[in-house]
């Protein structure tokens, strides 16, 4: 379809335009602004921490029983969730030499599901008080629930860091924010999440760490 016009009546009986009133100088002006809209009705807007500092595995986790985190829009939901940020940072908590594996930690994989999800939950915080409770359910361990993963959506990489062991000087710390604009944002329907896993083996006693931190959407469309 093509662009479309809207013809407004007669000035003082067409639609009333919104504008703020300031003084210049001598004159008292209408000043008109532009408010940025969506075609989502949002209920709420989440953040949470995804809890203490995550330790790198020497074993594989597998995303659908072992993992970080999952993220779960209910079955049933009359919602749907847009993740707008994950924002991660890692570091040693120990020193260390030179660590020759680089496991994506965390990798975000996509999944769907069956049955009402169990385990740790995290609370998160409304980002204004008077929104609902959220409806998304963020979890630390996935039990109950019969998760069946489907396709990659970010990866995070801990790196390769250097710290001498006998001077104790500092690694390098990495920070990493996917923060995708709304045409870009993955959206979860009911039924459907993402988890946070470690796909690659790392080494035994691995002193990397790292935090995550999420910002999550909930919304209907009309």
Same mark, same amino acid.
């Given at each position: 379809?093509?662009d479309q016009?809207?013809? $407004?009546p007669? @000035? /003082?009986?067409?639609k009333k $335009?919104?504008?703020?009133e $300031?003084?210049?100088?001598?004159?008292?002006?209408?000043?008109?602004?532009?408010?940025?809209s969506s075609?989502?009705v949002?209920s709420?807007?989440?953040a949470?921490s995804?809890? *203490?500092?995550?330790?790198?595995? *020497?074993s +594989?986790?597998n995303g !659908?029983?072992?993992g970080?985190?999952?993220l779960y829009?209910?079955?049933?939901?009359?919602?749907?969730v847009?993740?707008?940020k994950?924002?991660?940072?890692?570091g040693?908590? &120990? +020193?260390a030499a030179?660590i020759?594996? +680089?496991?994506?930690a965390?990798l975000i994989?996509? %999944?769907t599901f069956?049955?009402?999800?169990?385990?740790? &939950? =995290?609370?998160?915080?409304?980002? @204004?008080?008077?929104?609902p409770?959220? !409806? #998304?359910?963020l979890?630390?361990?996935?039990?109950?629930?019969v998760v069946t993963?489907?396709q +990659?959506?970010h990866? %995070?990489? !801990?790196?390769?860091h *250097?710290q001498?062991t006998? /001077?104790?000087?500092?690694a390098?710390? $990495?920070? @990493?924010v996917?923060?995708?604009p709304e045409?870009?944002q993955? =959206?979860? #329907? &009911?039924g459907?999440?993402i988890?946070?896993y470690q796909?690659?083996? &790392?080494? *035994? /006693? @691995?002193?990397?760490r790292?935090l995550?931190?999420i910002?999550?959407?909930? %919304?209907?469309i009309?």
């Amino acid at each position: 379809m093509g662009d479309q016009i809207i013809q $407004l009546p007669a @000035d /003082s009986t067409g639609k009333k $335009l919104r504008t703020q009133e $300031l003084v210049v100088g001598s004159n008292t002006v209408q000043q008109e602004y532009v408010i940025p809209s969506s075609i989502r009705v949002r209920s709420g807007v989440y953040a949470a921490s995804t809890g *203490a500092a995550h330790t790198v595995q *020497a074993s +594989a986790t597998n995303g !659908t029983s072992t993992g970080f985190w999952w993220l779960y829009n209910p079955v049933g939901s009359a919602v749907k969730v847009a993740v707008k940020k994950i924002y991660y940072s890692s570091g040693e908590g &120990a +020193a260390a030499a030179v660590i020759a594996t +680089a496991p994506r930690a965390p990798l975000i994989t996509h %999944f769907t599901f069956t049955g009402t999800p169990g385990g740790a &939950a =995290i609370t998160p915080r409304k980002i @204004d008080t008077a929104m609902p409770t959220a !409806t #998304a359910l963020l979890m630390s361990t996935q039990v109950t629930s019969v998760v069946t993963l489907t396709q +990659a959506v970010h990866a %995070f990489q !801990t790196g390769i860091h *250097a710290q001498s062991t006998s /001077s104790g000087g500092p690694a390098v710390g $990495l920070i @990493d924010v996917w923060d995708p604009p709304e045409e870009n944002q993955i =959206i979860l #329907a &009911a039924g459907e999440g993402i988890v946070a896993y470690q796909p690659e083996a &790392a080494i *035994a /006693s @691995d002193p990397r760490r790292f935090l995550t931190n999420i910002v999550w959407e909930e %919304f209907t469309i009309p």
